[in-house]
T-cell receptor
Framework: DGGITQSPKYLFRKEGQNVTLSCEQN?????MYWYRQDPGQGLRLIYY???????QKGDIAEGYSVSREKKESFPLTVTSAQKNPTAFYLC??????????FGPGTRLTVL | AQSVTQLDSQVPVFEEAPVELRCNYS??????LFWYVQYPNQGLQLLLK??????LVKGINGFEAEFNKSQTSFHLRKPSVHISDTAEYFC????????????FGQGTRLTINP
């Protein structure tokens, strides 16, 4: 089955730690995205990548980093510089001209 | 810059009643429009999309939406809802050119009561 997988489903982090969220797609999509979802605020774009080895900041990139070494993978690192990282993180992918397909999400909680 | 406003944060309706979820957008260029549904603790699933052509768009699960350029609206409708439609609904907009970044509204929580 084609789709997007995210792991882990739940993640707990101590303050001061960096954590990496995984996102993999087998849809052969060029573009991939990371969104953060907080209650009552919809989804906000963190980073996006239109092609391998290239990515751009979204609206709320501070405290996050990404890489795009393979077409299928777009991991997100939440660094200790992110002051309020507790949220639901969603990864998506798309062709250049159509809808975005979303993964099941990772819920990150800071202890 | 683009923005999306979903006018109702919560909409309660009775089962088998009709429902309309409102969405207005602002953009200085032409747009693509989308409605997504999110069930608790899950990702987003596309309900329908408007890219071009007919302004009345039909989607999955009996939903439809109408693009109104003059009113910059893209309201979602269903003539008869079911308990299973209880979820959060997001309207989103993107530009046809460029990176296909989506700008989302804040979401509308639809609650269906028996």
């Amino acid at each position: 089955d084609g789709g997007i997988t995210q792991s882990p489903k739940y993640l707990f982090r101590k303050e001061g730690q960096n954590v990496t969220l995984s996102c993999e797609q087998n849809l052969n999509h060029d573009a991939m995205y990371w969104y953060r979802q907080d209650p009552g605020q919809g989804l906000r774009l963190i980073y996006y990548s239109q092609i391998v080895n290239d990515f751009q900041k979204g609206d709320i990139a501070e405290g996050y980093s990404v890489s795009r070494e393979k077409k299928e993978s777009f991991p997100l690192t939440v660094t200790s510089a992110q002051k309020n990282p507790t949220a639901f993180y969603l990864c998506a992918s798309s062709t250049r001209t159509d809808e975005q397909f979303f993964g099941p999400g990772t819920r990150l909680t800071v202890l | 810059a683009q923005s999306v406003t979903q006018l109702d944060s919560q909409v309660p309706v009775f089962e088998e009643a009709p429902v309309e979820l409102r969405c207005n957008y602002s953009s200085s260029v032409s747009v693509y429009l989308f409605w997504y549904v999110q069930y608790p603790n899950q990702g987003l699933q596309l309900l329908l999309k408007y890219l071009s052509g007919s302004t009345l768009v039909k989607g999955i699960n009996g939903f439809e939406a109408e693009f109104n350029k003059s009113q910059t609206s893209f309201h979602l409708r269903k003539p008869s809802v079911h308990i299973s439609d209880t979820a959060e609904y997001f309207c989103a907009v993107s530009e046809p050119q460029g990176a296909q970044k989506l700008v989302f509204g804040q979401g509308t929580r639809l609650t269906i009561n028996p």
